[in-house]
C-alpha cells in the first residue's frame, strides 16, 4: 500500500480541524462542551467508513487495551490542551506551535519505539524552534491584547504538543503490533469517554441553544477534522516511520494559518512570519538530522 494517500488525508484533515476548531470556540461553545460532541460525531462517521468499506474488524482485549492508552495520549488528552489554548489564542499563533510536534514524537519515538533513536545532532534544530516560540511569544502582544492570556494560551497548546508526539511515537508503535483497523474503533471510545467525563467535570453548567450554522461546524470538525485524520493518520503508522509521521507537525500548521487568515479574518503579522520560519527551519533541520534505523521486522517504506 502508498504511505503517502493516509498520510496526506491526517494533514489535510488536522489542517481543517483547526480552523474548524477555533470557528466553533468563535461561537461561544467552551471546550468540555464541544468536544464530546465533536468526537461522539466522528465515531459514527468512523464506523460507517469501515463497514461500508469492509475493513471492519473486530477488536480483541489486546486492541482495547492499546485503544485506552491511545484514545487518551493521542486523542482526549492533545486535543482537549490544544483546543483549550485556541480559547485563549488566534488559530494562527495556536498552529504554529503545532509545527513542533515532529520534534516531540521523534523524541518520544526514543523511547517508545524500537530501532527510533533521537539522535543529539538534532538538538541544533530545536534550538532553533525553541527561539522561534520565543518570538512568537513577545510578538503575539499585537494579536492577543492580555499577555496572560497569550502566555496561558501558548502554554496549553505546548502541553497538547508534546502529549501528541507522544501519542504519535505510541501510534507507531502500536499499528506495527495490531492491524490499524482494530485500534480505530478502541481509540475513539476512549477518547469519547474521556471528553465526556471532562464535560461533567469542567463544563458549562447551562449549555445555550446552538444554531444550525454551527451545528454545520461542529458536524464539519467531527467528520473532516476527527475522523478522517485520526482514522488515516492509525493506516499511515503501519506504513511510515515516526520520522515521516511527524512530519504533519509541520505542514498542518501552514494549511491552518492560511485557512485562518482566509475564513477567520485573523491578522498574520510580521513577528509571526519570523517565528514561523525559525520554527519551520529548526523543524526541518531537526528532521535532516534524524536518522531513522528499522529495527528487525519492522514495516517500512521508502
Do not use: C
Request: aromatic fraction near 10%; charge should be neutral.
Amino acid at each position: 500500500m502508498n504511505p503517502w494517500p493516509p498520510l496526506i488525508l491526517a494533514i489535510l484533515g488536522w489542517g481543517a480541524s483547526n480552523v474548524l476548531s477555533k470557528a466553533v470556540l468563535n461561537e461561544g461553545l467552551d471546550t468540555f462542551t464541544f468536544l464530546p460532541m465533536r468526537y461522539a460525531i466522528a465515531i459514527v462517521a468512523v464506523v460507517i467508513f469501515l463497514v461500508g468499506t469492509k475493513r471492519w474488524q473486530k477488536s480483541g482485549s489486546n486492541a482495547w487495551q492499546k485503544g485506552v492508552i491511545l484514545g487518551l495520549v493521542n486523542m482526549a488528552l492533545p486535543t482537549m490542551f490544544m483546543t483549550r489554548g485556541f480559547e485563549y489564542i488566534p488559530a494562527t499563533v495556536g498552529s504554529l506551535l503545532i509545527a513542533l510536534i515532529p520534534i516531540s514524537t521523534v523524541a518520544a519515538a526514543h523511547f517508545v519505539v524500537p530501532g527510533e533513536r533521537f539522535q543529539f545532532r538534532t538538538l541544533p534544530g530545536l534550538l532553533v524552534s525553541l527561539v522561534g516560540v520565543g518570538v512568537l511569544i513577545e510578538g503575539g502582544d499585537a494579536v492577543v491584547a492580555i499577555r496572560s492570556e497569550l502566555i496561558l494560551g501558548v502554554g496549553l497548546v505546548t502541553v497538547g504538543v508534546i502529549v501528541a508526539g507522544l501519542g504519535g511515537a505510541l501510534s507507531r508503535r502500536f499499528a506495527r503490533e495490531t492491524p490499524a483497523t482494530q485500534l480505530v474503533f478502541p481509540q475513539f471510545v476512549v477518547g469519547l469517554v474521556a471528553l465526556m467525563i471532562g464535560f461533567v467535570i469542567f463544563g458549562e453548567s447551562t449549555v445555550t441553544p446552538i444554531d444550525s450554522s454551527v451545528w454545520w461546524l461542529i458536524i464539519a470538525s467531527g467528520i473532516v477534522g476527527t475522523a478522517i485524520p485520526f482514522a488515516a493518520f492509525l493506516f499511515a503508522a503501519e506504513l511510515n516511520p515516526a520520522s515521516r509521521l511527524g512530519a504533519t507537525g509541520y505542514i498542518v500548521p501552514i494549511i491552518a494559518t492560511l485557512g485562518a487568515i482566509v475564513f477567520l479574518d485573523e491578522v498574520f503579522t510580521t513577528a509571526m512570519l519570523v517565528a514561523a520560519a525559525l520554527i519551520l527551519i529548526g523543524v526541518f533541520w531537526s528532521e535532516k538530522a534524524a536518522r531513522y534505523v528499522p529495527s528487525p521486522g519492522a514495516r517500512t517504506t521508502a
